[in-house]
């Protein structure tokens, strides 16, 4: 008999779960670690086991390791010296110094002089749900985030006509249309490419595409709306002006189901059809045929993006898409619009709150300031200007329009903490750099669940420990209100001791915790994680405030829990067990179409067809054009799109991009022979704000007169010879370029030069 360890092949090492953190999508993953100290990402392979992408990911996580690896993070605690240099302090310190310094600001101006911004990337959601205990105790009352520069105005949109937030079901759907939209490679949908491809190939279903450009997802398109950039709302203008003027709306649906359609339609009975397509730039007939293809579908899935939430007339054209959908019935019907059951929601859709923000009086979405409006917030000797900021997990220098703004912005303020893993374009203006772990270091999660009838929720395991001296959020968080005595040991004790007790007495103290201590719910995310993270299965302690969003999530969506098949003595423990016993994702809701209609959540649950804020712009079309003219600008340029690597500013080293790493300016070939431009060559490229050399890629994907230049580029990486892949966007945009109620930037349609060298 051979001796057992002759048995034993050489280990191989294990495939770990995890998931992606590039995009949305959250793809889940599995890993093999290795490298001399075993902290290598070294293979990367979809999950089948994943319940959402089911094995599938794209081209851009096999280099991950390019993250997680990054010579460039920061390890010590970062403080700005008198000479504007950082140094290395210990942590003590930086808690001690970083608590008080803030805590001077609430009392000599009000907590609501500090901004909060960001709490998470695609990858990353916890710590915005354990800075709750930061905000709480410093009365921060203003926050922003990347959603206040993209979708803000689409919630808008929907707070007003549902009152919740919806998505679309492309898996099921007759047709399917995607605006301003490149799912090819930003995803956003499970399995993206899967699903696009199915739709392309099924003769009966049906793929509509408005881009001005000729898109990856345009190539497997029936109908390529290829329209002038900016020209949207005068297309979507014409779609629903044929819809209505050929008696193709569905009345009965509109009847039953919504109210104050007698407002709407008269904006439409006499709109001029042929007048709009020429300056949407589309034929009218392929208008009409794409309108009447939409309204005689059984149903349509419609999707809206940056392509048009990033430029001009971008909350009206959210209403024109919603007025499109509803107005042909496509909502709560499979294959159409369905309203989303959260975990916990990161973008609300909810009645209009009438707030607004301190100095620019931009209306507050979502909870948050308007991205473009932050430079007016903090610029000025208004009394009520921001003085500080807090920002985690976002690097608003790069993402924000007008980085050099931003800039000045930041300078500006009497105070900046970062919290990051990478000494970033804004950790770089900080006066302390505070690191941490990574998100394969630390239990992680998003809240990008989005998904019907089966929503998923995913909280990952950390993959290792951090290196010496690295903590996650949660902690940091933890140690910020220990110092500012909101986090109270006596409660931590409490829940502690409960716990060990069992569920009944931890929800007990709990909610005895909630209801004789006012200031308890404020530091309960933080005091969960000191109670309860550590009696969590291993990796998995940052799951601790998941309880209380669990207890709330089963009092919001308690039938949609239990048919995911989750029920137990009290649902929300049931729930949070699930959670924490899944470390490759679960269902967490199951829903029904018929019950869709019943989650409208306007009073009398009907949709509200008329949003009257928006009928002047409405009107405003028909004697207005997609772009000013000007002679020193002629070109738009679509500054910052997404490519097969890009992602943010996730990763930073160039080397992680396969592609593209000089992140080139496309243009069509027409433009570039006028401007004696060849592939591969050098141009300046200028706007109002700013004016840099790039690279050119020469591209019949691209319409005359356009030009478009990658996301995420740009940023400086300390171990990668000062090569800085590509251009930074922001350089060239402007903070007033941007929408006027919404407050969303025109990044899409930025007038632009562009010169040969
Ligand atoms: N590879 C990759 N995927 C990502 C990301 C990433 O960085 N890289 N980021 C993720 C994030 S944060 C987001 S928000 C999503 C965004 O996903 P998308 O919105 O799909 O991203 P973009 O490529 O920026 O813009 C979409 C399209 O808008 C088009 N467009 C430009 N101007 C106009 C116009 O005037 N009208 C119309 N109709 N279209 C126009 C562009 O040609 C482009 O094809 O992607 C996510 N996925
Ligand atoms: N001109 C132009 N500008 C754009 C866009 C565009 O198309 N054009 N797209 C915009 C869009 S849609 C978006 S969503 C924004 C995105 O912009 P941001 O919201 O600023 O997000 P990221 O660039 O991904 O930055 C995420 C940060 O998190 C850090 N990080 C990574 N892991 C961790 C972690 O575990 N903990 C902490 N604390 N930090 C971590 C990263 O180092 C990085 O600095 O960019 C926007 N900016
Ligand atoms: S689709 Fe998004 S989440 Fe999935 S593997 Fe690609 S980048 Fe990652
Ligand atoms: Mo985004």
């Given at each position: 008999m051979p001796a057992p360890s002759e048995l034993e092949s050489p280990a191989a090492p294990e495939w770990k779960p995890t998931a992606c953190i590039l995009c949305e999508?959250?793809?889940?993953?599995?890993?093999?670690?290795?490298?001399?100290?075993?902290?290598?990402?070294?293979?990367?392979?979809?999950?089948?086991?994943?319940?959402?992408?089911?094995?599938?990911?794209?081209?851009?996580?096999?280099?991950?390791?390019?993250?997680?690896?990054?010579?460039?993070?920061?390890?010590?605690?970062?403080?700005?010296?008198?000479?504007?240099?950082?140094?290395?302090?210990?942590?003590?310190?930086?808690?001690?110094?970083?608590?008080?310094?803030?805590?001077?600001?609430?009392?000599?101006?009000?907590?609501?002089?500090?901004?909060?911004?960001?709490g998470g990337g695609q990858g990353n959601h916890l710590p915005g749900g354990y800075a709750r205990s930061t905000r709480a105790a410093l009365g921060i009352r203003y926050a922003s985030n990347a959603l206040a520069q993209e979708k803000t105005g689409e919630a808008f949109v929907l707070g007003k006509m549902i009152g919740t937030l919806c998505r679309a079901d492309f898996e099921h759907c007759e047709v399917g249309v995607f605006i301003g939209k490149n799912p090819w490679f930003s995803h956003s949908l499970p399995r993206a490419r899967v699903t696009l491809r199915e739709l392309a190939k099924d003769p009966s279903r049906t793929m509509i595409v408005i881009d001005p450009r000729r898109t990856e997802t345009a190539d497997l398109a029936d109908i390529h709306l290829q329209v002038k950039p900016a020209g949207d709302a005068w297309l979507l203008a014409a779609i629903f002006a044929v819809i209505v003027q050929e008696g193709l709306l569905d009345e009965d649906f509109i009847e039953a189901r919504g109210e104050?359609?007698?407002?709407?339609?008269?904006?439409?009975?006499?709109?001029?059809?042929?007048?709009?397509?020429?300056?949407?730039?589309?034929?009218?007939?392929?208008?009409?045929?794409?309108?009447?293809?939409?309204?005689n579908a059984s149903s349509v899935a419609m999707f809206e993006d940056l392509g048009v939430q990033m430029n001009r007339n971008s909350t009206l054209v959210s209403y024109l898409h919603y007025l499109i959908a509803f107005g042909t019935g496509n909502y709560g019907r499979k294959g159409s619009k369905y309203p989303v059951s959260s975990l916990q929601q990161i973008l609300q859709a909810g009645p209009d709150k009438g707030e607004t923000a301190p100095v620019t009086g931009t209306k507050i979405i979502n909870g948050l300031v308007a991205c473009n409006r932050i430079p007016d917030e903090i610029l000025t000797d208004h009394p009520d200007r921001l003085r500080a900021a807090f920002v985690e997990a976002a690097n608003?220098?790069?993402?924000?329009?007008?980085?050099?703004r931003m800039r000045e912005a930041f300078e500006a303020l009497e105070f900046v903490v970062v919290v990051d893993v990478a000494l970033t374009e804004t950790a770089q203006l900080a006066d302390y750099v505070l690191p941490v772990a990574t998100q394969f270091e630390k239990a992680e999660a998003t809240f990008f669940n989005f998904?019907?009838?089966?929503?998923?929720?995913?909280?990952?395991?950390?993959?290792?420990?951090?290196?010496?001296?690295?903590?996650?959020?949660?902690?940091?968080?933890a140690r910020l209100a220990e110092a500012w005595g909101t986090l109270k040991q006596s409660h931590v004790d409490a829940l502690a001791a409960a716990w060990d007790e069992g569920r009944d007495a931890f929800r007990n103290t709990f909610f005895d915790l909630?209801?004789?201590?006012?200031?308890?719910?404020?530091?309960?995310?933080?005091?969960?994680?000191?109670?309860?993270g550590d009696e969590?299965?291993?990796?998995?302690?940052?799951?601790?405030?998941?309880?209380?969003?669990?207890?709330?999530?089963?009092?919001?969506?308690?039938?949609?829990?239990?048919?995911?098949?989750?029920?137990?003595?009290?649902?929300?423990?049931?729930?949070?067990?699930?959670?924490?016993?899944?470390?490759?994702?679960?269902v967490f809701a199951v829903d029904e179409w018929e019950a869709s209609l019943g989650k409208i959540g306007r009073e009398g649950g009907r949709i509200d067809f008329a949003v009257p804020e928006l009928f002047e712009a409405l009107d405003g079309l028909a004697t207005s054009t997609r772009m000013p003219r000007n002679p020193d600008f002629p070109m738009v340029l679509s500054a910052g799109e997404r490519r097969s690597f890009t992602a943010n500013t996730i990763v930073r080293h160039p080397g992680w991009r396969k592609k593209g790493a000089d992140g080139a300016l496309a243009i069509a070939p027409a433009d570039a022979e006028r401007l004696g431009l060849a592939?591969?060559?050098?141009?300046?490229?200028?706007?109002?704000?700013?004016?840099?050399?790039?690279?050119?890629?020469?591209?019949?994907?691209?319409?005359?007169?356009?030009?478009?230049?990658p996301n995420g580029t740009g940023v400086a990486h300390a171990d990668a010879d000062g090569v800085v892949g590509g251009i930074a966007p922001n350089e060239l945009t402007a903070s007033e370029d941007c929408d006027d109620l919404a407050g969303t930037p025109w990044h899409k349609s930025t007038a632009a030069r562009v010169e040969a060298l």
């Open positions: 999508c959250n793809c889940g993953l599995e890993v093999q670690l290795g490298g001399e100290d075993g902290r290598r990402l070294l293979k990367v392979r979809g999950d089948k086991a994943h319940p959402a992408s089911e094995g599938y990911a794209c081209e851009k996580p096999s280099r991950l390791d390019f993250y997680q690896n990054d010579a460039g993070r920061i390890t010590k605690p970062l403080r700005r010296r008198d000479d504007g240099r950082f140094e290395e302090v210990d942590w003590d310190t930086a808690i001690r110094e970083v608590a008080t310094r803030l805590a001077a600001i609430r009392d000599a101006h009000g907590g609501d002089k500090i901004l909060y911004y960001g104050n359609f007698d407002q709407v339609r008269p904006h439409f009975e006499a709109l001029p059809i042929a007048q709009y397509c020429e300056e949407a730039g589309c034929p009218e007939e392929q208008v009409r045929e794409a309108a009447r293809v939409i309204a608003p220098v790069h993402s924000l329009a007008d980085s050099r998904e019907f009838p089966k929503n998923y929720f995913h909280l990952r395991t950390a993959l290792m420990d951090p290196p010496e001296g690295l903590f996650s959020e949660p902690e940091l968080h909630v209801g004789s201590d006012a200031s308890f719910m404020g530091s309960a995310p933080a005091t969960l994680y000191r109670a309860i969590l299965p291993k990796g998995r302690a940052e799951g601790a405030a998941l309880w209380a969003i669990a207890q709330i999530a089963a009092t919001k969506i308690p039938d949609s829990i239990r048919r995911a098949g989750i029920d137990g003595p009290n649902l929300g423990d049931a729930l949070f067990d699930a959670i924490i016993g899944s470390d490759r994702g679960l592939d591969g060559g050098r141009a300046r490229l200028s706007t109002k704000r700013g004016s840099v050399e790039v690279s050119i890629a020469v591209s019949d994907r691209m319409q005359p007169g356009h030009c478009a230049l």
